[in-house]
């Protein structure tokens, strides 16, 4: 049975996968996750207190922050022929492949570089081998500023990566902290696509360590609170050439836009720092689909629009879906042109090098 297949700079429809939805055209997974073989021995040996590992009812091996759930080893996250398996059943022609948390930032900052000239070196050659198949976003040393500019040019001019996986904090540092302004002066130059993942929220670990609160909440709401800053903190306004990628449709953001405008409305210090109303800056904003139903991506699409939106499957998680994902988008009552939009036009028009 033949695949879909991605060549040069655009893909090509093949014959049909055996689960293929119903419209037309190529499919672009822009939100999920892979990670090198050596990576979670890596989190073994040089991760503090602070990341533990257990496993759980199941027996699934599980990562710990302080106690709290945020993370199951699942197998296609290191092996590549199930996940092609996947792919193939669901029709996704192209996965663009990130490392989510903890990213980089288990180990000391001064190991952070080599862990992520690892990760990336990895990524470019698993792309090498299937060029057809998968893209990818780099990880970045961001506590290490010389290190992550250094390391954003090469993932991006050499290794031809697609773009960069942040965290929706650093240590807990938030995004606006001024000491990561000059690698987004840089990202803006590049037009970068950035795609913001989140972390467990800072301070919190107690609160979300009974019934896996941390990913199933917390970390949209980490997300929120992140976007949310960056927008009164005029990071938005400031970069605007940087293409912004928030994964599980935003957290909160959509929901909340009409009230964060009206604290830019209500509270000075919420209009201090940028010039239009922070709907103005949000809706630029791209926004991946994935733990959302066709009703919640309708109501983002009226939003914001179907050019602001790509599909993303958090695959392999468990909270994660690629067939629901794939089904959600099939399921909205839109025309197939703006689903194909979701589908790969999004992704075609921001990602880096394709």
């Known amino acids: 049975m033949k695949r879909r297949e991605f060549l040069g700079t655009l893909p090509v429809v093949g014959a049909a996968v055996s689960l293929k939805a119903a419209t037309p055209g190529p499919k672009i ?14 989190i073994r040996d040089l991760a503090g207190d602070d990341y533990t590992f257990d496993s759980d009812a199941t027996g699934t091996t599980i990562i710990k922050f302080r106690g709290a759930r945020f993370f199951g080893i699942q197998p296609p996250m290191t092996d590549v022929s199930l996940r092609l398996e996947a792919m193939d059943r669901v029709g996704i022609d192209v996965q663009v492949l990130s490392v989510s948390v903890p990213n980089v930032y288990f180990a000391r900052v001064d190991q952070e570089p080599e862990i992520a000239r690892g990760i990336n070196d990895a990524y470019a050659e698993l792309i090498a081998r299937y060029p057809q198949r998968f893209k990818g976003f780099a990880s970045v040393p961001m506590s290490v500023p010389d290190a992550a500019l250094a390391e954003l040019e090469r993932a991006i001019d050499v290794l031809k990566l697609n773009g960069v996986i942040m965290m929706s904090h650093i240590r807990s540092k938030p995004l606006t902290d001024p000491s990561f302004r000059p690698f987004f002066e840089e990202a803006n130059r590049k037009k970068l696509c950035i795609l913001i993942h989140p972390m467990m ?35 938005l306004r400031d970069f605007p050439d940087i293409r912004w990628v928030i994964p599980h449709l935003g957290g909160a953001i959509p929901y909340l836009m009409a009230r964060i405008d009206q604290g830019h409305h209500d509270f000075v210090a919420c209009r201090e720092k940028i010039d ?69 036009g999004t992704a075609l028009a921001i990602l880096n090098n394709i």
């Open 201 to 235: 929220p800072t301070g919190m670990a107690e609160q979300l360590r009974e019934y896996v609160l941390g990913p199933i909440v917390g970390f949209l709401f980490d997300s929120t609170l992140a976007v949310a800053r960056m927008c009164y903190d005029g990071l």
């Open 29 to 42: 997974d822009i939100h999920n996750h892979y990670y090198p073989e050596t990576y979670f021995q890596t």
């Open 276 to 344: 239009e109303l922070p709907s103005t800056y949000l809706k630029k904003l791209y926004f991946g689909t994935v733990a959302s139903s066709p009703y919640t991506v309708s109501m983002v699409r009226d939003l914001i629009g179907t050019d602001h939106i790509a599909l993303g499957t958090d695959y392999p998680h468990l909270l994660g879906s690629i067939d629901g994902s794939v089904q959600t988008i099939e399921a909205m009552r839109i025309p197939d042109a703006e689903k194909q939009r979701i589908f790969s």
